[in-house]
């Protein structure tokens, strides 16, 4: 704490801890407080099962606004055209089940996303949402408008109390606990948590979701104890005894699709993977401080940013063949969605490069439909915005040093894509339980 000694010089006094007063400027204008932020905000959603749809309840945990007078709203209504559902936002925190709504506000770009892919399937329900820190207005306009996206336009949502959302008219349950172990995810019917906070990646500190009655967990990002799973690569792995869960990362999963085919048909020796990244909400607006990563800290709309990503060593966990044979690295660039991943490898087994085009080209219309794609017109980022695929082979843009070292590119939505496999992989889950 700074302090006036009476005249225009100032001391530096013992910092008091507290609460981020909205008033720094306390009582005095010689005395200026800066009191420790609470950052710890959370979400919740419960969910329902009855016999002709799966049900699947999710909440969204966001990193804290620092913001001094953010508004401790709790509750928040949204109606479907055809279903109801319930949705939880936790700052830190996400819930979804498969009929789920998702605002924008507190919640973060996954967490809105998994609950659009939700509401739009029949499969799965929604049915509770948690937010302690914003209104329920402030959340369905969140929900309702996105920037890369567009308008949601597949049914209408109201708030209908602070304490429930309408999806056409079907209600959901909204809590506003803070603590994630707290949020009565049995009581709304949640059988299924979405931990998108990206601060709850390892096994114990997801558990929590499980003490408030929620049956399963999804990480929405890499983990370093839980087992991950990438829906149309591993996913068949999963066993009803594993209550925690990883989706691993969209890069991971673009990869991973994509190193599954070659591997299988020619056999990697060996490989590096660099990815061309979008802007993600951890980036900043304008340069800032990042002690851990000073690249980081840099504006994302003004350079290209090389970093880290764990992606190509978590295709080690997938596929454990590939374990110890796969690095890379990433470069985030000024756009606001869709990445691309390049995969150079060197083969064991000769193949052409139209031998290896037409492997995926086959693998895309059978065994991977729907999960990996194969394109040959000349594309840019722009084309794949809401693609659900996670990977899509660009056939063009790929090239050949010979016959056992070969270049690959292959596109993928971040945001769409990564959310469709999240809702993919919580329906695996429950049929594999039922």
């Not at 937010?131 to 890369?148: L, N």
């Amino acid at each position: 704490m700074l302090q006036s000694n009476g005249r225009k010089a100032w001391k530096v006094v013992p910092r008091q801890e507290g609460v981020v007063n909205s008033n720094l400027f306390a009582q005095s204008p010689r005395k200026l407080r800066l009191m420790k932020a609470d950052i710890s905000k959370q979400q919740r959603a419960p969910a329902v099962h009855d016999q002709n749809s799966l049900l699947i309840g999710a909440a969204i945990f966001e990193p804290p606004d620092i913001t001094p007078n953010s508004p401790p709203s709790r509750t928040l209504k949204l109606p479907l055209s055809s279903r109801d559902v319930q949705y939880t936002s936790l700052l830190n925190h996400s819930k979804v089940k498969t009929n789920f709504r998702q605002h924008k506000s507190r919640f973060g770009r996954i967490g809105r996303l998994v609950a659009r892919i939700a509401l739009r399937r029949d499969d799965v329900e929604l049915v509770a949402v948690n937010d302690p820190f914003i209104t329920t207005d402030y959340m369905t306009y969140m929900f309702k408008y996105d920037t890369v996206h567009g308008h949601w336009k597949h049914s209408e949502l109201k708030v209908k109390d602070e304490k429930t959302l309408l999806f056409g008219e079907k209600a959901v349950t909204v809590f506003g606990v803070r603590n994630p172990e707290e949020i009565p995810w049995a009581q709304a019917g949640a059988e299924f948590v979405v931990e998108s906070t990206g601060a709850f990646t390892d096994k114990g500190k997801a558990a929590a979701h499980l003490k408030g009655g929620a049956k399963k967990v999804v990480i929405t990002a890499v983990s370093k104890d839980a087992p991950m799973f990438v829906v149309g690569v591993n996913e068949k792995q999963y066993t009803p005894d594993l209550d925690i869960v990883s989706n691993a990362s969209c890069t991971t999963n673009c990869l991973a699709t994509l190193a599954k085919v070659i591997h299988e048909r020619f056999g990697i020796v060996e490989g590096l993977m660099s990815t061309v990244h979008a802007i993600t909400a951890t980036q900043k607006t304008v340069d800032g401080p990042s002690k851990k990563d000073w690249r980081g800290g840099r504006a994302a709309s003004f350079n290209i940013i090389p970093s880290s990503t764990g992606a190509a060593k978590a295709v080690g966990k997938v596929l454990p063949e590939l374990d110890g044979k796969l690095t890379g690295m990433s470069f985030r660039v000024p756009t606001a969605d869709v990445s691309v991943v390049d995969l150079t490898v060197r083969l064991e087994k000769k193949a052409t490069y139209e031998d290896i085009k037409s492997a995926i080209k086959e693998e895309s219309e059978t065994n991977l439909k729907g999960i990996l794609g194969y394109i040959e017109d000349d594309v840019v980022s722009t084309d794949f915005i809401g693609d659900s695929r996670s990977s899509i082979f660009d056939a063009k843009a790929g090239i050949a040093l010979n016959d056992n070292f070969v270049k690959i590119v292959s596109w993928y939505d971040n945001e769409w894509g990564y959310s469709a496999r999240v809702i993919d992989l919580i329906a695996h889950m429950a049929k594999t339980r039922a």
